[in-house]
């Protein structure tokens, strides 16, 4: 199957400071892209959708000056965290969506390893 | 907006026992997929079911999309240890993002 990565795949940082993840597909290219966050014990949830030489679409309560998306290729993606602060620690996973085919099923997506957030 | 809800939120086995856990969504989902996430990993697809009462078997593992395309399970047959993570359904809402379960962690006792 198609891989997609992560850098790097975990990062401490002081509260105050940013931080950049970065999301890659590596043999394929991906026009979209996603970012989730999964909080210990519970789900992934989506923060945004990030299409390629265009703005993300944030989901609700999503602060996109904080979480700054730019996706400027179709194998590269990158979520920024801004002014971090402690309750921005958490687990944040990209997937990468290619499609192989028409309708619903010629979509597959990938999910890349994850990048652990500690915000000390 | 569509809500994906999975029950149950834990289930403790003993090795050898059945397991299944049940997805169901507040609207009709163009397909339902399935995804296991080990402790500390990444989630990892597990398949993809797309027609009405589709059943699809991977080994011990069994799954099933309803006939009304709302609900689906998965079932495990006597469970392994290897089996151990936590188990997420997922669907694509109108917008075509994929939406996940709340999950269901599944824990083996040897």
């Known amino acids: 199957g198609a891989v997609v990565s992560q850098h790097p795949s975990w990062v401490i940082c002081k509260s105050g400071t940013s931080v950049k993840i970065e999301c890659r597909s590596l043999?394929?290219?991906?026009?979209?892209m996603f970012w989730y966050r999964q909080f210990p014990k519970q789900s992934l949830m989506l923060m945004a959708t990030s299409n390629e030489g265009s703005k993300a679409t944030y989901e609700q309560g999503v602060e996109k000056d904080k979480f700054l998306i730019n996706h400027a290729s179709l194998t590269l993606s990158t979520l920024t965290v801004t002014s971090a602060h402690p309750e921005d620690s958490s687990f944040y996973i990209c997937?990468?969506?290619?499609?192989?085919?028409?309708?619903?099923?010629?979509?597959?997506?990938?999910f890349g390893p994850g990048t652990r957030l500690t915000v000390t | 907006g569509q809500q994906v809800m999975q029950i149950p939120q834990y289930q403790h086995v003993q090795e050898g026992e059945d397991f299944t856990t049940y997805c169901n969504s507040s609207?009709?989902?163009?397909?339902i997929q399935w995804y296991k996430q080990r402790p500390g990993g990444h989630p990892v697809f597990l398949i993809q079911?797309?027609?009405?009462?589709e059943v699809k078997k991977q080994k011990r593992l069994t799954f099933q999309f309803g006939e009304a395309k709302k609900n689906s399970s998965l079932h495990i047959t006597a469970t392994q240890t290897t089996d151990v993570g936590t188990y997420f359904c997922?669907?694509?809402?109108?917008?075509?993002?994929?939406?996940f379960g709340q999950g269901t962690e599944l824990s083996v006792k040897p």
């Open positions: 079911l797309v027609k009405s009462g």
């Open positions: 997937s990468a969506r290619r499609r192989v085919g028409p309708g619903v099923r010629g979509v597959e997506q990938y």
């Open positions: 043999d394929f290219q991906a026009t979209t």
């Open positions: 609207t009709t989902l163009s397909n």
């Open positions: 997922a669907g694509h809402n109108q917008g075509g993002k994929l939406i």
